[in-house]
């Protein structure tokens, strides 16, 4: 995952009602949190785990 990849959450985690099937663009480098690997997506602040987003493939 690099940052501009186009990602929707997988459902992995809970994902709310307004967030299910929206596209999030990758806005920072994976980092180690916790021992969780995250990344920051725009429009949503604090990280989010890697496992729990799915890329898009662009048309």
């Known amino acids: 995952m690099k940052i501009g990849d186009k990602v929707v ?6 994902v709310s009602e307004e967030n299910k099937n929206k ?8 980092w180690k949190c916790s021992g969780t690997l995250v990344v920051l997506l725009d429009g949503r602040s604090g990280g ?9 493939e662009e048309a």
């Open 9 to 14: 959450m997988n459902g992995k985690y809970y």
């Open 23 to 30: 596209v999030w663009t990758v806005r920072s480098e994976p």
């Open 48 to 56: 989010y785990a890697v496992d729990g987003l799915d890329i898009v």
